[in-house]
């Protein structure tokens, strides 16, 4: 896979859950919880399906008996459950600002761990791009008017979801098994916990709703596939970059199709950002040739 066909697929992920919300309103009668378990299971009957299609059910963990692989994986696993049940509990806590801005801090943290941990090496031009990103994104921090651990918790997990998944070697489809197969025991704790596996709620309260649930799986588990098939191709600082279309397409819809109002900070901040991705591109544009270091590969 070229380098130019990985950054498709990984602005192709990002772009999907830029505009995934809308899908998440359609249930907003069902508890957080409960649309948490179906995603984990359904994505987990989803890829084992198609590994089963391609014969490949038996092979697919095999890279998981090298143990950087395994623990790699299992840094996944970990990172990706925090992030999702953070979120969640935003949700239910009325934290959705928070949340948002986690995904705005994100970016510039997969972007420093590819410069830090992976010797990835930022251009001058990269360098006051990332200055840039970091100024829209302490304005942005700057108009919640408190210390905003909930985002840097949802932004250092993601982020070190994308570093421990371009790291560990395995297979896409059956490294988002794994993860999703460790993720699914915790999730029915959670939701076994909270009454919620008995009466219509499990269901949601329609024959809609549940078709909604179960079509979660592939909503969930195809932009994660799209991000791992894509990044052994990429750098991790061009993922961090891509990471803005998310929540720069979750405002759009927020705007021009929810009605939503824009306050001073999102237009001081997001223009800033946004410089700051144009002059990361150049940037990038300009090392096509340049091959990651080889502590990033994927074995």
């Given at each position: ?6 950054g498709l697929?990984?602005?192709s ?14 249930l907003?009668?069902?508890?957080p ?30 890279a998981?008996?090298?143990r ?7 840094g ?15 949700m ?15 970016p510039?943290l ?8 992976c ?7 990269q360098?006051?791009a ?29 982020a ?9 070697g ?17 999730a ?5 916990s909270?009454g ?13 709703e ?11 588990a195809l932009?994660?596939?799209?991000l ?16 803005y ?15 939503e ?10 223009p800033?950002?946004?410089l ?12 096509l ?6 502590i990033?590969?994927?074995?």
């Amino acid at each position: 896979m070229t380098k130019e066909q990985g950054g498709l697929l990984v602005c192709s992920a990002f772009a999907a859950w830029g505009v995934l919300p809308a899908y998440w309103r359609l249930l907003f009668r069902v508890e957080p919880e409960v649309i948490l378990f179906h995603r984990i299971l359904w994505s987990v009957v989803l890829l084992g399906l198609m590994l089963a299609a391609r014969g490949q059910l038996g092979t697919a963990f095999s890279a998981l008996r090298q143990r950087s692989a395994l623990l790699m994986a299992c840094g996944a696993v970990l990172s990706l459950g925090v992030n999702w049940y953070v979120y969640i509990w935003a949700m239910i806590n009325n934290e959705l600002v928070a949340s948002g801005l986690g995904y705005i801090i994100c970016p510039v943290l997969t972007v420093l761990l590819g410069s830090l941990a992976c010797g990835e090496k930022l251009l001058g031009h990269q360098r006051a791009a990332l200055v840039m990103m970091a100024a829209g994104v302490v304005l942005r921090a700057f108009a919640l008017g408190r210390f905003p651990s909930v985002a840097l918790v949802l932004a250092v997990s993601f982020a070190l979801y994308s570093f421990f998944r371009k790291r560990s070697g395995v297979m896409a489809i059956a490294g988002l098994l794994f993860e999703c197969m460790l993720l699914l025991v915790p999730a029915a704790m959670i939701v076994h916990s909270r009454g919620l596996f008995a009466g219509g709620a499990f269901w949601g309260g329609s024959p809609w709703e549940s078709a909604l649930l179960v079509m979660s799986g592939a909503v969930t588990a195809l932009p994660l596939l799209l991000l791992a098939q894509g990044m052994p191709a990429v750098t991790l600082k061009f993922v961090g970059v891509a990471q803005y279309l998310a929540p720069t397409l979750t405002l759009l819809l927020a705007v021009l199709v929810y009605g939503e109002k824009l306050v001073l900070a999102d237009y001081l901040s997001f223009p800033v950002i946004w410089l700051g991705v144009v002059m990361f591109l150049f940037g990038h544009a300009a090392q096509l040739a340049i091959r990651p270091s080889w502590i990033c590969k994927s074995s």
